[in-house]
């Protein structure tokens, strides 16, 4: 009876050192995950805060001034362009309308 006893419980030490083992194996697994996982998230995070300082640099009143002037004919409204001093009639201002759906369009 003593036989089967200790063959019973050496069973049962031998089934829970490998629940321990795939206990073990499987939490360092899931920590190298986690690991990886703040690892990506970190690269993410700098990579946003890298394109937030673009965006921040690229939209600069400045600079967009700057670019306005070089690259856009623009001038101050005059009042001739409004209003007919003549006849004291209001004139429509003419707008350029861009068709859509055009070989122009950006895809």
Same mark, same amino acid.
């Given at each position: 009876?003593?036989?089967?006893?200790?063959?019973?419980?050496?069973?049962?030490?031998?089934?829970?050192? @490998?629940?321990?083992?795939?206990?073990?194996?499987?939490? =360092? +697994? /899931?920590?190298?995950? *986690?690991? #990886?996982?703040? &690892?990506?998230? @970190?690269?993410?995070?700098?990579?946003?805060?890298?394109? =937030? +300082? /673009?965006?921040?640099? *690229?939209? #600069?009143?400045? &600079?967009?001034?700057?670019?306005?002037?070089?690259?856009?004919?623009?001038?101050?409204?005059?009042?001739?362009?409004?209003? #007919?001093?003549?006849?004291?009639?209001?004139?429509?201002?003419?707008?350029?309308?861009?068709?859509?759906?055009?070989?122009?369009?950006?895809?």
């Amino acid at each position: 009876m003593v036989k089967y006893l200790n063959i019973a419980l050496a069973f049962i030490v031998v089934v829970l050192l @490998a629940a321990l083992y795939h206990i073990r194996y499987s939490a =360092e +697994a /899931e920590a190298k995950a *986690l690991r #990886d996982m703040q &690892r990506i998230v @970190a690269v993410e995070q700098d990579r946003h805060r890298t394109l =937030e +300082a /673009e965006w921040a640099s *690229l939209n #600069d009143p400045r &600079r967009l001034q700057i670019l306005a002037r070089q690259y856009l004919a623009l001038d101050y409204l005059r009042a001739s362009q409004v209003l #007919d001093l003549r006849d004291a009639r209001t004139l429509t201002i003419p707008v350029l309308m861009v068709p859509r759906g055009g070989a122009d369009e950006p895809r």
